[in-house]
């Protein structure tokens, strides 16, 4: 497959998740809207990672380049599954004080 | 046309339809199996791009924890009903708008990128996606992120508590 092909899926996903952070108003889908972006960018690492796999064992079958894109997913969703944890816990205290997930009753710091 | 062909742009067409569904849907009990239904696809073009360890870790990680997280804060909240009170056409508009000029500007510079115009993609074959070279590479060159990410991971638990509980 080319390249472009993955990189305009990818590019795709994550203009549509920029596009549900800009309209939505609910706290929640703008965090799933987030959670699209991010899993845009992995699979854009993934498939960079096997287009380098790809130029690279042409010339030796036996090479083992591309690993380090992986593994750089694997982070990503380290550190995202961590990220949700805290960030819907911030939005339930939030729901918990205003009664709400209307990002609109959040232009107040105080009160 | 062969068969990874036509997996590729099944799963595209699926994925991204799924993506659109997650923002147009009002219920976002509805957006979230939305949203799980977009991470199998991915996972299905890991699949597709023998990152057989990626594949997994995102159906368990993804599409099972976080997912069951975003379930159960939803209904806990009780949010399981059609919110969001105002219509705002214009804040949509200008959203699209600017969503739009973005996906414009992206898909061009990638067109015009000549070190990409002939570099394809090894699918189906290809064992670097296997559990055994990442695990070697991981616990080898990569040891210290990994230990560090189980720092993360315990302070992210701590903070989860410490907000989460009643005070």
């Not at chain 1, 965090?31 to 796999?53: D, G, P, Q, R």
């Amino acid at each position: 497959m080319p390249i472009q092909y993955y990189i305009a899926l990818s590019v795709m996903l994550f203009c549509i998740g920029v596009v549900g952070v800009l309209t939505r108003r609910n706290a929640i889908i703008i965090f799933m809207c987030i959670e699209l972006m991010l899993n845009a960018a992995n699979l854009l690492l993934v498939a960079f990672s096997k287009m380098h796999y790809a130029t690279t064992s042409a010339a030796n079958a036996a090479t083992s380049v591309g690993t380090d894109g992986q593994l750089f997913v694997f982070f990503i969703m380290v550190v995202a599954a961590a990220e949700v944890s805290v960030g819907l816990a911030i939005i339930v205290m939030m729901y918990r004080n205003i009664h709400s997930v209307d990002i609109n009753f959040l232009n107040r710091l105080k009160n | 046309m062969g068969t990874t062909q036509i997996l590729f742009w099944l799963l595209s067409a699926l994925s991204l339809f799924s993506a659109m569904m997650v923002l147009v849907s009002k219920n976002p009990v509805h957006s979230v199996l939305w949203l799980i239904l977009v991470f199998f696809t991915i996972s299905g073009h890991y699949i597709l791009l023998n990152a057989q360890f990626l594949f997994i870790v995102n159906l368990i990680v993804y599409a099972g924890a976080i997912m069951v997280l975003f379930l159960f804060v939803i209904m806990l909240m009780n949010l399981n009903k059609e919110t969001e009170p105002q219509k705002n056409i214009w804040l949509k508009l200008a959203g699209a708008i600017s969503g739009g000029t973005l996906l414009l500007l992206l898909i061009s510079v990638v067109r015009s990128a000549t070190e990409l115009q002939s570099k394809t993609v090894t699918t189906v074959t290809g064992d670097i996606g296997l559990i055994n070279n990442l695990g070697k590479v991981l616990f080898s060159q990569y040891v210290v992120p990994f230990e560090i990410s189980s720092v993360l991971f315990l302070s992210a638990m701590v903070g989860a508590v410490a907000i989460g509980k009643k005070n």
